[in-house]
């Protein structure tokens, strides 16, 4: 398997409108140029989105999680590309602090 990190793309902020404030985290991406989603959910739709995100294998391990706390930023590892052929690897951070040590020089920028 590929282990080594062409880039980080698809990173989304996932959080519940009303309820998670996710400025600093935008502030910091934005400062960054990273290029991002915020997906805000209202409440009576945050169960339905994050189950089908507890069923994506996370990591290297490929491990699923049993929950999920939101704010979150959910993220791909792009380790192989060649053509039409390609492998990532999804990762999960719960705050900016749990994001790749790397991540700031590798992730797709809005530039």
Known sequence: MATDTIRY????????????????????????NVEYQS???SSDAVDACKEPL???????EGVQMDSMDWPCIIYKDRRYE????????????QTSDDLQSDFFDKVETTE
């Open 54 to 60: 507890l069923t994506w294998p996370f990591g290297d």
């Open 82 to 93: 060649n053509s039409e052929m390609f492998l990532d690897v999804c990762h999960f951070a």
């Open 9 to 32: 793309h698809e990173v989304r902020i996932y959080a519940e409108d009303g309820v998670d404030d996710i400025t600093a985290i935008e502030e910091l991406f934005d400062t960054n």
């Open 39 to 41: 997906m805000v959910f």
